[in-house]
Protein backbone atom coordinates (compact mmCIF):
# COMPACT_ATOMS: atom_id res chain seq x y z
CA UNK A 1 0.00 0.00 0.00
CA UNK A 2 1.29 3.48 -1.06
CA UNK A 3 2.31 5.86 2.59
CA UNK A 4 -0.57 8.42 1.65
CA UNK A 5 -3.06 5.02 1.93
CA UNK A 6 -1.34 3.88 5.68
CA UNK A 7 -1.59 7.24 6.51
CA UNK A 8 -5.10 7.96 5.50
CA UNK A 9 -6.09 4.50 6.87
CA UNK A 10 -4.11 5.10 10.66
CA UNK A 11 -5.76 8.67 10.54
CA UNK A 12 -9.19 7.28 10.08
CA UNK A 13 -8.52 4.66 13.19
CA UNK A 14 -7.22 7.19 14.65
CA UNK A 15 -10.14 9.68 14.42
CA UNK A 16 -12.61 6.97 15.47
CA UNK A 17 -10.47 6.38 18.35
CA UNK A 18 -10.62 9.70 19.30
CA UNK A 19 -13.97 10.05 20.92
CA UNK A 20 -12.88 7.20 23.27
CA UNK A 21 -9.60 8.54 24.14
CA UNK A 22 -11.21 11.75 25.02
CA UNK A 23 -12.77 13.46 28.28
CA UNK A 24 -16.31 13.11 28.33
CA UNK A 25 -18.10 16.41 26.84
CA UNK A 26 -21.14 18.50 28.24
CA UNK A 27 -24.46 16.36 26.64
CA UNK A 28 -25.26 20.22 25.15
CA UNK A 29 -22.36 19.64 22.34
CA UNK A 30 -22.41 17.74 19.20
CA UNK A 31 -19.98 15.28 18.74
CA UNK A 32 -18.70 16.03 15.34
CA UNK A 33 -17.92 12.45 15.10
CA UNK A 34 -21.13 10.29 14.22
CA UNK A 35 -20.63 6.88 12.81
CA UNK A 36 -17.54 4.25 11.70
CA UNK A 37 -18.08 1.71 9.47
CA UNK A 38 -16.33 -1.73 9.47
CA UNK A 39 -16.45 -3.79 6.78
CA UNK A 40 -15.37 -6.81 3.88
CA UNK A 41 -15.63 -6.12 0.27
CA UNK A 42 -15.31 -8.64 -2.97
CA UNK A 43 -12.98 -6.77 -4.80
CA UNK A 44 -13.72 -6.06 -8.14
CA UNK A 45 -16.98 -7.73 -9.11
CA UNK A 46 -17.34 -7.34 -12.71
CA UNK A 47 -20.75 -5.13 -12.10
CA UNK A 48 -20.13 -2.13 -14.00
CA UNK A 49 -16.87 -3.30 -15.16
CA UNK A 50 -14.89 -6.25 -16.25
CA UNK A 51 -13.86 -8.66 -13.28
CA UNK A 52 -9.80 -8.38 -13.08
CA UNK A 53 -8.01 -8.29 -9.74
CA UNK A 54 -9.39 -10.71 -7.00
CA UNK A 55 -8.91 -10.77 -3.09
CA UNK A 56 -11.23 -9.45 -0.10
CA UNK A 57 -11.01 -5.44 0.68
CA UNK A 58 -11.54 -4.30 4.10
CA UNK A 59 -13.14 -1.49 4.14
CA UNK A 60 -13.11 1.11 7.34
CA UNK A 61 -15.08 4.23 6.78
CA UNK A 62 -16.09 7.53 9.51
CA UNK A 63 -18.49 9.47 9.25
CA UNK A 64 -18.90 12.85 10.37
CA UNK A 65 -21.84 15.02 12.06
CA UNK A 66 -23.37 17.25 9.04
CA UNK A 67 -21.98 21.19 9.67
CA UNK A 68 -25.02 23.58 9.34
CA UNK A 69 -23.80 25.12 5.89
CA UNK A 70 -24.64 21.41 4.15
CA UNK A 71 -27.99 21.68 5.34
CA UNK A 72 -28.30 23.84 1.65
CA UNK A 73 -27.71 20.61 -0.27
CA UNK A 74 -29.76 17.98 2.38
CA UNK A 75 -27.48 17.91 5.19
CA UNK A 76 -24.83 14.93 3.80
CA UNK A 77 -22.30 14.01 6.48
CA UNK A 78 -19.16 14.08 5.40
CA UNK A 79 -16.91 10.87 5.54
CA UNK A 80 -13.30 9.37 4.82
CA UNK A 81 -12.51 5.83 4.58
CA UNK A 82 -10.46 3.04 2.89
CA UNK A 83 -10.79 0.02 1.16
CA UNK A 84 -7.55 -2.14 1.87
CA UNK A 85 -7.42 -4.84 -0.57
CA UNK A 86 -5.83 -8.18 0.99
CA UNK A 87 -4.16 -9.94 -2.23
CA UNK A 88 -2.13 -6.76 -2.71
CA UNK A 89 -4.20 -5.71 -5.58
CA UNK A 90 -5.51 -2.12 -6.20
CA UNK A 91 -6.60 -0.05 -2.37
CA UNK A 92 -7.62 2.97 -2.08
CA UNK A 93 -8.36 5.98 0.26
CA UNK A 94 -11.62 7.93 -0.22
CA UNK A 95 -13.52 11.08 0.78
CA UNK A 96 -16.73 13.04 -0.07
CA UNK A 97 -20.54 12.98 1.15
CA UNK A 98 -22.58 10.29 2.07
CA UNK A 99 -26.60 11.41 2.22
CA UNK A 100 -29.15 9.08 4.09
CA UNK A 101 -32.90 7.99 3.82
CA UNK A 102 -35.17 6.24 6.63
CA UNK A 103 -36.99 3.66 3.35
CA UNK A 104 -38.87 1.87 6.60
CA UNK A 105 -39.12 3.36 10.15
CA UNK A 106 -39.18 1.27 13.44
CA UNK A 107 -42.25 -0.69 13.94
CA UNK A 108 -43.14 -2.52 17.05
CA UNK A 109 -40.06 -1.94 18.34
CA UNK A 110 -37.63 -3.41 15.52
CA UNK A 111 -34.96 -1.63 13.47
CA UNK A 112 -35.57 0.83 10.79
CA UNK A 113 -34.50 -0.03 7.44
CA UNK A 114 -32.24 2.94 5.34
CA UNK A 115 -30.25 4.09 2.50
CA UNK A 116 -27.53 5.67 1.91
CA UNK A 117 -25.47 7.56 -1.32
CA UNK A 118 -22.14 9.25 -1.41
CA UNK A 119 -20.39 10.94 -3.55
CA UNK A 120 -16.67 12.17 -3.45
CA UNK A 121 -13.47 11.07 -4.45
CA UNK A 122 -10.42 8.43 -4.08
CA UNK A 123 -7.00 8.16 -4.44
CA UNK A 124 -5.28 4.22 -4.78
CA UNK A 125 -2.27 2.51 -5.57
CA UNK A 126 -3.00 0.98 -8.52
CA UNK A 127 -1.66 0.89 -12.15
CA UNK A 128 -2.64 4.06 -14.25
CA UNK A 129 -0.04 3.20 -16.99
CA UNK A 130 0.09 6.15 -19.68
CA UNK A 131 -2.15 5.98 -23.05
CA UNK A 132 -0.23 3.05 -24.96
CA UNK A 133 0.54 1.06 -21.57
CA UNK A 134 -0.53 -2.46 -20.74
CA UNK A 135 -1.27 -3.31 -16.94
CA UNK A 136 0.11 -6.19 -15.50
CA UNK A 137 -1.74 -9.69 -15.55
CA UNK A 138 -4.41 -9.33 -12.73
CA UNK A 139 -4.32 -5.72 -12.31
CA UNK A 140 -6.40 -2.65 -14.03
CA UNK A 141 -5.69 -0.12 -16.11
CA UNK A 142 -7.44 2.36 -13.87
CA UNK A 143 -5.87 5.89 -16.12
CA UNK A 144 -5.27 8.49 -13.30
CA UNK A 145 -4.08 8.54 -9.67
CA UNK A 146 -7.20 10.76 -8.62
CA UNK A 147 -10.56 8.97 -9.27
CA UNK A 148 -13.85 9.51 -8.78
CA UNK A 149 -15.85 7.47 -6.04
CA UNK A 150 -19.87 6.70 -5.32
CA UNK A 151 -21.25 4.08 -3.47
CA UNK A 152 -24.87 2.96 -2.66
CA UNK A 153 -25.93 1.07 1.20
CA UNK A 154 -28.98 -0.31 2.07
CA UNK A 155 -29.13 -1.22 5.99
CA UNK A 156 -31.11 -2.13 8.96
CA UNK A 157 -30.41 -0.03 12.41
CA UNK A 158 -30.42 -3.14 14.88
CA UNK A 159 -29.77 -0.93 17.50
CA UNK A 160 -29.89 3.01 18.32
CA UNK A 161 -25.97 2.58 18.23
CA UNK A 162 -25.83 -0.48 15.93
CA UNK A 163 -26.45 -1.37 12.23
CA UNK A 164 -25.80 -4.09 9.28
CA UNK A 165 -25.64 -3.08 5.74
CA UNK A 166 -25.03 -4.30 2.15
CA UNK A 167 -22.67 -2.10 0.41
CA UNK A 168 -22.39 -1.24 -3.35
CA UNK A 169 -18.42 1.10 -3.67
CA UNK A 170 -17.06 1.87 -7.51
CA UNK A 171 -14.59 4.20 -8.31
CA UNK A 172 -13.21 5.61 -11.65
CA UNK A 173 -12.21 8.76 -13.99
CA UNK A 174 -15.21 8.93 -15.29
CA UNK A 175 -13.72 8.52 -18.72
CA UNK A 176 -11.65 11.96 -18.39
CA UNK A 177 -8.20 9.75 -19.14
CA UNK A 178 -7.48 7.48 -21.82
CA UNK A 179 -7.96 4.68 -20.24
CA UNK A 180 -10.92 3.59 -17.49
CA UNK A 181 -11.20 0.35 -16.01
CA UNK A 182 -13.12 1.43 -12.82
CA UNK A 183 -13.18 -0.93 -10.02
CA UNK A 184 -16.84 -1.84 -8.82
CA UNK A 185 -16.71 -3.87 -4.86
CA UNK A 186 -19.52 -4.95 -2.68
CA UNK A 187 -20.13 -6.70 0.72
CA UNK A 188 -21.19 -5.72 4.26
CA UNK A 189 -20.46 -3.33 7.04
CA UNK A 190 -21.53 -3.49 10.78
CA UNK A 191 -22.19 0.56 11.53
CA UNK A 192 -20.95 1.83 14.99
CA UNK A 193 -22.99 5.58 15.99
CA UNK A 194 -21.24 7.94 18.48
Not at 154 to 169: C, E, I, K, N, R
Amino acid sequence: MIPALRILALGALGVAASPLLAPARATAQINPLDEVKIGVLSHDIGFLTHHVETGADINLEVLFTPPDLLSLIGSPRPHIGADINTAGNTSDGYLGLTWGWTLLPSVFGGGALYANGSLGGAVHDGFTGGKASVPPPGRKLLGSAVLFRESAELGYQLTPMVSVSALLDHISNANLAPRNAGITSAGARLGFRF
